[in-house]
């Protein structure tokens, strides 16, 4: 089980709730790692972390993380009341050299302007990440609902929340 660095931005956000949805998180984590190798996508790491629930002292939720460079996929599956909740958070989080730059008052906010910037290319390749790893999730989430004979996700219920990375 790995820490749980934090993201220094979070992109996305997504949730959904199944009443009725009885299952286990560790099934869920694998089919969706099973989705995410048929759709070939190269360069990523799968791992599980832990994040508290609260402070210091409180229980901790394995999650499920897809890491591409610098951008990483939480997803979290788990029994709650009468179903199972279902959530994602894709971050930012910077690694090796840039993790150590961005420690340093302004010099680190310079460097990231000057050598970091968003570009298309950039937040092409972000999204287009964020759409292989949220769709693979949501096949899952489809099919086990369906093997269960429990309604699908709505259309709305089925959309991320996105931030502007033009804000970023």
């Known amino acids: 089980m790995a ?3 934090k993201a220094t931005e979070f992109i996305a956000h997504w949730n959904a709730f199944v009443e009725g949805f009885q299952g286990s998180p560790l099934e ?29 002292l409180s229980a901790k939720r394995e999650y499920l993380r897809v890491r591409r460079k610098e951008f990483a ?25 840039w993790a150590l730059v961005s420690l340093i008052p302004i010099f680190g906010v310079f460097a990231h302007w000057a050598f970091r910037r968003k570009t298309y290319y950039r937040i092409d390749t972000a999204m ?19 093997q269960r004979g429990l309604r699908q996700l709505t259309e709305l219920e089925r959309k991320p929340v996105m931030r502007a990375f033009q804000e970023r």
């Open 73 to 97: 996929f939480d997803i979290c599956g788990a029994p709650f009341g009468n179903g199972f909740f279902f959530s994602s958070w894709l971050g930012e989080i910077p690694s090796g050299f």
């Open 3 to 5: 820490r749980s660095p």
């Open 128 to 146: 287009m990440f964020r759409a292989l790893v949220h769709n693979a999730v949501l096949d899952v989430i489809d099919e086990m609902t369906k």
């Open 28 to 56: 869920f984590y694998t089919q969706v790692e099973a989705a995410i190798r048929e759709r070939q996508m190269t360069d990523y790491h799968a791992s599980r972390v832990d994040w508290r629930e609260g402070g210091i």
